[in-house]
């Protein structure tokens, strides 16, 4: 059993930075890639990015590829995602989420509770 609880959302304006944090409990958060996935107001939850279980290869959307970045550290069972050059349409609630094969929305084995990013134009 993985609990992911996500931290770090909050409201920045438009060209700001928020980094966000996904502790997990448990002792085998390296068995699992981990991966971030937004839903903004209205529509459906998509993939953001995701990083396999040794922080070796990373994902990105084509949205936020070049201002997101995602890293983990093993040793402290987290995830990182780092935010840089934010717009306005990137306001969303962010999930965090861990999966023992490919970081896909239908193969997500855990979920966080999501945080709140709001970008003000």
């Known amino acids: 059993q993985v609990q992911l609880v996500e931290s770090g959302g909050g409201l920045v304006q438009a060209g700001g930075s928020l980094r966000l944090s996904c502790a997990a409990s448990g002792r085998t958060f390296s068995n699992y890639a981990m991966g971030w996935f937004r839903q903004a107001p209205g529509k459906e939850r998509e993939f953001a990015a995701a990083?396999?279980?040794?922080?070796?290869?990373?994902y990105y959307a084509d949205s936020v590829k070049g201002r997101f970045t995602i890293s983990r550290d093993n040793a402290k069972n987290t995830v990182y995602l780092q935010m840089n050059s934010l717009k306005p349409e990137d306001t969303a609630v962010y999930y965090c989420a861990a999966a023992r094969g490919v970081v896909v929305a239908g193969s997500i084995d855990y979920w966080g509770k999501g945080t709140l990013v709001t970008v003000s134009s």
């Open positions: 990083i396999i279980w040794s922080g070796s290869v990373t």
